[in-house]
C-alpha cells in the first residue's frame, strides 16, 4: 500500500537523520573536538553513498606541534573512525528491508568498531579537513569502510579501513 | 675514557628526558585530552623496554556515549599512537651508538606514524586507562610498536600496532 | 546427567577434530605448500588456547628468492591467516554452549577471513617455521586472534593480526 | 645533453624491466603458483602509475575448499603483497633522480614488506583473477601502496594495504 509505502520511506529517513544527530548533539569528544557534521549537497539522490563528511577547522588545540601547526595524528583517527561508523550505519540502514529496520534499531546502541588502519600520508596541514568515507564490505552484522582525510586545497592527508559490526 | 662514558649516557638520559617532556609539555592535543606521561618505577633497570605509560582518567569529555559512559574510540586510538610513538623514540634512543646520536637529533623533528592499526577488543569502561607500549621492529630508520589499552582493574580494551619512521 | 554430558564433550572433541581434518586433508592450498598441523602436547588441558601449531619446512619452493634462501611473504601471510583461521574456530567451539553448538556447524561453511594484518619483523630464515595463534576476542559471530611466526631458534619473524567471521 | 638523457632513461627502463625479470623469473613461490605480470598496455605513457598487473588463472590448487572452487586467502595475500611490492620499485625508479639511481640499486636486495593489510570483500570465486596496485606515499624510503584483487568479471574480491622499505 502506498501509504504505508511512504511511511517506511520516511522513518528510514527518519532514522538516518536521527542517526547523524545522535552523532552531533549527545557525543562529548565529538563536541570537544569541534567536529561538523556537514551534507554536501541535500538535493542529492538519496541512494547515493558517502552522502555525510565531517568537517573540522584548524586549531592550536587539535595539533600535536603548536610551532609546526601539524594536526595530532589523534585527530585524525577519530575523524576517520567517526565518519567510517556513521557511513557504515547510514548505509545499513538504506539496504534494511522495511521488516528488518526495527530489529537493526534495536542493535543500534550495540554497534562498535572492530578494528581500523589509518595511513598518514603527508603531514596534517591546512585550514580545514574533511573527512569522507564509503562502504566496501556491507552486511546485516558486519560493514567494512574506506576513509579518506583531505584539507581544503584537496591535498590527501590519510587513508583509512574500518571494520564496523552491529550488536 | 670513563668520564666520557659518563656524558655521553647522561646525553643518552638527558635526550630521552628531553623527548618526554616535548610530549608533555609542548603538544596542546595532548594537553586538551589530560593524556598524563607516567614512569612506572624510576629505579628500574635503563634497558627495560616500556618504562614509560600514558595514563588517563575518565571524564565524561572523553566519552563517545554519555549514557553509556564508554571511552570514545578516537581517544583510545590516540592514547596507542602516542604512546607508542614515544616508546619507538625512546627505545630508539637507547640504541643507537653515541656517534650518531647526534644525526638522530636533528632526524626527530621529521618523526611520525606510517600507519597503525587498532584492534577494539571490548567497550571502554572503568575510571582510568594505561596505555603502554613495546617496540617489537627497531631500526635507524623505522620502528614497529605493538600497544596495549587496558582500565584500572586490568581489563584489556584495545591492542594497537604502529610503524613510526624517523624522517 | 553424566552420560549426556560424556556425550556432549565428546561431540564438541569430536566437532575440534573434523574441523582440524578439514584443514588438514581438504584443502588444496594447504597442501600445496605441505603445512603440517601439530598439536604440541595432546595432554594438555583441553581448554588451553592455543593448542595446535602450523608447521612447515624450508624448501626452496617456498622461498621469495632462491639466494637469500628468505621464506616468501605470501607463505607468511598464508600461515598466519591459516593458524589464526583454525584457532578462532576452535576456541569458538569450545567457548559454545551445548544448546547452540548445532547452530555453529550450520554456519562453519561461510567462516570466513574479514581482515588481516601482517607485520613482518626480520627475514624468514631458517629450516622450519612454527605459527601459533591466541584468540583476543571471541564472541559468537566474530573472533580476533593475534598469530606468531617463529623459526626452529625461536627468531620472531612476524606477527600478524586477524579478525574472522561465522557466516 | 640529450644523448645523456636517453642513456639515462634507457637505464631507467632497463632497470624497471630487469626488476619484473627478478619477480617473474627468480621467485620460487611466484613459480609455485602461477602468478604471471602482465603489461595491460605497453604503449601507454611511461609515468602513468600501475602499468603492471599480477594475474592468475583459477586452479583447484590454489583453493582452500575444492567443493566451493574459491580462492584460499593466501592466494590473495601473496598476490597482493607482490604486486603492491612491485609497483612501489617501479615508481621509485621513476622518481628516482639519475643522480640517484646507482643507490637505489644497491639497496634493492634488502627491499620488503614492513606491514600489509588484506580485506576480504567477497569469495574468490571466478576464472581468473587480477592484482593492481597504486602507490598512495612514496618516498626515497619507505613507499606504501593501495592494492585491489577483481575476477575477470569485475567483482571486487579484495582490498590491502602495503608498506614497504628499501633497504
Redesign the interface.
Known amino acids: 500500500m502506498r501509504t504505508s509505502d511512504n511511511n517506511n520511506m520516511l522513518s528510514r529517513n527518519d532514522m538516518i537523520a536521527h542517526v547523524i544527530s545522535l552523532f552531533r548533539d549527545?557525543?562529548?569528544?565529538?563536541?570537544?573536538?569541534e567536529l561538523e557534521f556537514v551534507r554536501p549537497d541535500s538535493k542529492k539522490d538519496d541512494d547515493k553513498e558517502g552522502d555525510i563528511e565531517l568537517h573540522v577547522s584548524w586549531r592550536?588545540?587539535?595539533?600535536?606541534?603548536?610551532l609546526?601547526k601539524i594536526l595530532?595524528?589523534?585527530?585524525t583517527?577519530?575523524?576517520l573512525?567517526?565518519i567510517g561508523g556513521l557511513v557504515a550505519i547510514i548505509e545499513t540502514i538504506k539496504r534494511t528491508s522495511d521488516a528488518d529496520l526495527a530489529s537493526l534499531q534495536t542493535r543500534l546502541?550495540k554497534f562498535?568498531?572492530?578494528?581500523?588502519?589509518?595511513?598518514?600520508?603527508?603531514?596534517g596541514r591546512g585550514g580545514k579537513f574533511i573527512a569522507t568515507a564509503k562502504v566496501?564490505?556491507g552486511g546485516a552484522?558486519?560493514a567494512?569502510c574506506?576513509m579518506e582525510l583531505h584539507n581544503e586545497k584537496g591535498d590527501?592527508i590519510a587513508?583509512g579501513?574500518g571494520?564496523y559490526?552491529f550488536g
Do not use: S, W
Open positions: 549527545t557525543m562529548p569528544f565529538i563536541k570537544l573536538l592550536e588545540a587539535l595539533t600535536g606541534n603548536p609546526q595530532h595524528g589523534g585527530v583517527a577519530t575523524m573512525d567517526t546502541p562498535g568498531t572492530v578494528d581500523m588502519r589509518v595511513d598518514y600520508l603527508r603531514p566496501i564490505r552484522r558486519l567494512v574506506r590527501h587513508f579501513t571494520t559490526m
